[in-house]
């Protein structure tokens, strides 16, 4: 299969709901091509996740995939793929982090967001078959902004502070890190 472009904050998809898959759909060959399709333009990207209306399928699939070799992502660890289909999130610990996120809808900017540290994913997988995980940290966050792709979100909508919204190339970690914790 081969990469697909990826749209851009903007598009009037990003900003639906995203349909649920039902089990046939979920079986099909088409959305084996369709899960193809988005590994290929993960990795052509260079992200860790992508959620379908990202592609511009207005469905509620994302796919995850962390790795220690990420350039955008340098200290983080590798995960297991993740392809997650209808999921629902359990917050279950309020208290909140924040991580500077990306996102390849959003080009070029970075962001620091506060989510839930702790969080409960219930989903189908690509065998349509129900899974629960727990996940915290950065990997909660990764998931919580993977699927706010499905409920028409971007995480500009989720910043408390717009001021900290920046361009990648004029950032400097060390110092915006001491400016958000001051």
Same mark, same amino acid.
């Given at each position: 299969?081969?990469?697909?472009?990826?749209?851009?904050?903007?598009?009037?998809?990003?900003?639906?709901?995203?349909?649920?898959?039902?089990?046939?759909?979920?079986?099909?060959?088409?959305?084996?091509?369709?899960?193809?399709?988005?590994?290929?333009?993960?990795?052509?990207?260079?992200?860790?996740?992508?959620?379908?209306?990202?592609?511009?399928?207005?469905?509620?699939?994302?796919?995850? %995939? *962390?790795?220690? @070799?990420?350039?955008?992502?340098?200290?983080?660890?590798?995960? /297991?793929?993740?392809? !997650? $289909?209808?999921?629902?999130?359990?917050?279950?610990?309020?208290?909140?982090?924040?991580?500077?996120?990306?996102?390849?809808?959003?080009?070029?900017?970075?962001?620091?967001?506060?989510?839930?540290?702790?969080?409960?994913?219930?989903?189908?997988?690509?065998?349509?078959?129900?899974?629960?995980?727990?996940?915290?940290?950065?990997?909660?966050?990764?998931?919580?902004?993977?699927?706010?792709?499905?409920?028409? %979100? *971007?995480?500009? @909508?989720?910043?408390?502070?717009?001021?900290?919204?920046?361009? /990648?190339?004029?950032? !400097? $970690?060390?110092?915006?890190?001491?400016?958000?914790?001051?």
């Amino acid at each position: 299969m081969s990469a697909i472009e990826i749209i851009k904050m903007g598009n009037p998809l990003l900003r639906e709901v995203a349909e649920k898959f039902s089990v046939e759909e979920i079986k099909s060959p088409d959305t084996g091509l369709l899960l193809e399709d988005m590994w290929d333009s993960l990795e052509a990207a260079g992200g860790i996740g992508l959620a379908a209306p990202q592609i511009g399928i207005s469905k509620q699939l994302a796919v995850i %995939k *962390l790795s220690e @070799d990420s350039d955008r992502y340098p200290d983080m660890e590798d995960s /297991e793929a993740f392809v !997650i $289909f209808n999921p629902e999130i359990t917050v279950l610990d309020k208290t909140e982090q924040g991580f500077w996120e990306g996102c390849l809808s959003v080009p070029g900017l970075r962001g620091f967001v506060e989510r839930p540290r702790k969080i409960r994913v219930d989903f189908l997988d690509e065998g349509a078959q129900p899974r629960s995980i727990e996940v915290e940290d950065f990997l909660a966050t990764v998931f919580q902004h993977e699927l706010d792709h499905l409920i028409g %979100k *971007l995480y500009v @909508d989720r910043m408390k502070d717009i001021t900290t919204l920046m361009f /990648e190339d004029e950032m !400097i $970690f060390e110092e915006l890190d001491e400016e958000i914790l001051d």
